[in-house]
């Protein structure tokens, strides 16, 4: 599949997804929103997929929503309409997405940027890697960020940089729990290939399941009634046991 505004790769079971805008900063317009729901529907459907990573060209991951793009929305209220749309279609595909999704932040997360970051499974950033929430400073406010930030982030410093639209470094990042893992830029391929290596040894039914039950948020454990022995009865669930009393590696068939 051929995309104007994003590269794609899948290299040993991870399936890399790279926005390709570097000229803008990778800032997002609806195509690219377009493409990212494409692309993951790719990663999705094909079985070789354990892993997908979400990352930038060049030195930004992405510096939020393309500006130029607003004026095509504000034409009128059925452009508003596709342009929230395809960006709402984008976040929802990332968040409801049953394989383990990676974001390797390089340089500048901003806006809808980091948006995505809040809505991966694990963020891996680079030193100079940098968060911000500016949409404040320019009239609006900052999208899905201000319920999804909650499952993430303490009260007060959400809050604080959705009211200021003050940027955060990488270090501080991690000390508040956005963000995993830092390290040099040069290592950020390495360590975000071992965090998924990791992942993979995992079989991918529980990963479906574990993400699902997250996403949901079940206030009950009436899934151990339903879930669980599905899950048992899965071909997985049986080679894993099998492979654990066997001292193996497990095979999984995703089945």
């Excluded at 009634?225 to 048992?232: I, N």
Aim: glycine share 8%; aromatic share 10%.
């Amino acid at each position: 599949m051929h995309f104007k505004t994003l590269k794609h790769e899948l290299k040993d079971g991870v399936f890399w997804i790279t926005m390709n805008r570097p000229e803008f900063m990778n800032a997002m317009n609806a195509k690219m929103y377009k493409e990212l729901v494409q692309a993951f529907d790719e990663a999705e459907k094909n079985n070789e997929v354990r892993v997908i990573v979400l990352t930038g060209e060049g030195k930004s991951f992405s510096a939020g929503a393309d500006i130029l793009d607003f004026a095509v929305a504000r034409r009128g209220i059925v452009e508003m309409y596709d342009y929230v749309k395809a960006t709402l279609d984008a976040l929802d595909k990332v968040e409801e997405c049953t394989k383990p999704v990676i974001a390797a932040v390089n340089g500048l997360a901003f806006g809808g940027g980091f948006e995505f970051t809040l809505l991966c499974d694990v963020v891996i950033a680079s030193e100079d890697a940098r968060f911000g929430l500016p949409e404040g400073i320019l009239g609006i406010l900052p999208g899905t960020a201000v319920s999804k930030i909650q499952k993430v982030l303490p009260k007060h410093k959400a809050l604080e940089l959705m009211l200021t639209g003050e940027p955060i470094d990488a270090k501080e990042a991690e000390r508040i729990g956005l963000v995993n893992k830092i390290v040099p830029a040069n290592e950020l391929e390495k360590a975000v290939t071992e965090m998924a290596e990791k992942m993979k040894r995992v079989g991918p039914v529980s990963h479906k399941y574990i993400k699902e039950i997250w996403r949901t948020a079940p206030q009950n454990y009436d899934y151990w009634y339903t879930v669980m022995p599905q899950l048992f009865a899965t071909e997985d669930a049986q080679e894993g046991q099998k492979a654990f009393l066997e001292r193996r590696k497990a095979v999984w068939k995703g089945k």
